[in-house]
């Protein structure tokens, strides 16, 4: 029987049952809140989103939920400090269409990446982390070229390694290490220059949702067509999706494959990509 949106709100009730939170749900938007009593800042879910995944996980898609739940709601008690804590800023990519400020109407500190992506920057907490906000500058003096340089320096501290499929000729390696940071490792342009070097056709890349780094030595026209089902359908399942586009990297350039698509050289399997 499918779940609804009243039987999964009361489950929800039930596992978020604390004194200082309070739970509302508003029947015309199908949405239910969490929030601090006293403080009122908050979380709020969209039902049908979560009926969906959980009709795809089951039980699993519940308790992700409500683990993020908690994590988030703590972190918004919480007052972050950058000082002392260098090595804990790391880069984070979101769409384009994410929001530049907070709630409380501060700007968010990001840079430029592509089209379709923006780089935010977060100072991890552990189980969680929480993007860096022009407030948390002044308050700690820092600089937005301070963040910036920190956090490139720690994303190439994070390990590289990668499960491989090769699929139809094609050779696909993910990086999924659910540390938060998984498509952050697109922005490791010495990684991304290994890779090409020993592509033996393009290299393609794709970044569908926070947790996963897609990369492919695509050796056939086969291959552009899989990444992108492959794609899609990651961002469809994504916790925190990003594009469904997938990407040639160049000159180290990302470029979105269906604007490459007609110009675009068949690699020719049997011969090393020049560099």
Do not use: C
Not at 4 to 19: A, C, H, R, V
Not at 222 to 236: E, N, P, S
């Amino acid at each position: 029987m499918k779940m609804t949106s009243i039987q999964l709100k009361k489950i929800l009730d039930s596992k978020l049952n604390e004194e200082q939170w309070r739970t509302s749900f508003n029947r015309d938007k199908d949405t239910y809140r969490v929030e601090w009593q006293d403080s009122h800042q908050g979380i709020t879910i969209t039902l049908p989103n979560v009926v969906a995944k959980y009709e795809q996980k089951g039980e699993k898609a519940i308790e992700e939920l409500v683990f993020h739940i908690r994590e988030a709601l703590q972190v918004m008690n919480q007052t972050p400090t950058l000082q002392g804590k260098e090595n804990a800023v790391f880069p984070v990519i979101r769409s384009t269409s994410f929001p530049t400020q907070t709630n409380a109407e501060l700007a968010l500190i990001y840079a430029e990446h592509t089209a379709e992506t923006r780089i935010y920057y977060a100072l991890d907490l552990g189980k969680t982390y929480q993007l860096i906000d022009q407030g948390m500058l002044e308050q700690e003096g820092w600089t937005e070229e301070r963040v910036k340089e920190v956090a490139s320096f720690n994303l190439r501290s994070l390990s590289t390694n990668s499960k491989h499929d090769q699929v139809a000729g094609n050779d696909f390696y993910f990086i999924s290490t659910n540390d938060g940071y998984d498509a952050s490792r697109v922005l490791n342009e010495a990684f991304l220059e290994e890779m090409r070097l020993n592509a033996k056709g393009e290299l393609a890349v794709a970044v569908p949702h926070q947790d996963v780094l897609i990369l492919v030595d695509v050796q056939n026209d086969t291959g552009y067509d899989i990444l992108a089902q492959m794609t899609m359908k990651f961002f469809a399942e994504g916790r925190v999706p990003i594009t469904s586009l997938s990407f040639i990297y160049e000159d180290k350039k990302l470029e979105p494959i269906f604007i490459l698509a007609k110009n675009r050289p068949t690699p020719n399997k049997n011969t090393k990509k020049d560099e």
